[in-house]
């Protein structure tokens, strides 16, 4: 049973979020090849049984009552990532190349355009995503050329397709910063726009996470 596949990206992220908010501070994102899709379950049975990821809930308690540490795999098409929490590890493992997101983020990458950190927030003191510089500021160029060349209607599609992504803390900020971009940009180009013409969902919906 592959209970380790995400159903979609959203899903991915949400599960990464909340096993951090768990205390899994480690992670490792690996990108599988393109050109070994075929071969990409293979991939993942070598993957759990090298950082000994097969463990079921009542297994994991008891590695939590000895000390050790707890390890979890997840993928979405060709994004894996492996994250543990604080504890005992192999010597193997402790050599593997995790990091600790409290140090550096997760980078999700979600699409060539979109990727995500996953983060702690240290002023929420929560687990959070965000969107990465370069989407932010991919995103803010195609929204500004909407807004030099396109119609009202169009600077308000573009502006509330941002709501497909999921509102972690750090992505409503985006967006809330985004709309208000697209407002500033409308006005220069002689486009009546205001904020309270926009949509922007601020309420995160909970998805689906596994295939199965």
């Not at 997840?74 to 050599?95: I, Q």
């Not at 979600?110 to 983060?119: G, L, Q, R």
Request: proline share 1%; charged share 30%; with cysteine.
């Amino acid at each position: 049973m592959n209970d380790y596949l995400c159903a979609n990206w959203q899903g991915l992220l949400q599960m990464v979020v909340y096993l951090v908010a768990r205390g899994y501070y480690y992670h490792m994102v690996v990108a599988y090849p393109e050109k070994k899709r075929g071969k990409w379950l293979e991939i993942d049975k070598k993957m759990i049984a090298t950082y000994k990821c097969a463990k079921s809930k009542y297994q994991r308690a008891r590695m939590k009552k000895r000390g050790e540490a707890r390890l979890m795999f997840l993928r979405w098409e060709s994004v894996a990532v492996v994250l543990h929490t604080d504890g005992a590890l192999s010597e193997e493992m402790s050599r593997a190349g995790f990091v600790d997101i409290r140090e550096r983020y997760a980078k999700i990458l979600v699409s060539e355009a979109v990727a995500f950190f996953v983060y702690i927030d240290r002023s929420r003191r929560q687990a959070t995503a965000r969107l990465t510089r370069e989407s932010y500021l991919w995103l803010k160029e195609e929204i500004g050329e909407t807004c030099l060349k396109g119609r009202v209607y169009e600077i308000r599609s573009i502006v509330e397709r941002l709501n497909g992504f999921p509102s972690w803390h750090g992505v409503v900020v985006q967006k809330v910063d985004l709309a208000k971009f697209a407002v500033k940009r409308a006005r220069e180009n002689h486009k009546r726009l205001s904020y309270r013409d926009l949509k922007i969902g601020t309420k995160r919906k909970a998805c689906k996470v596994f295939s199965e």
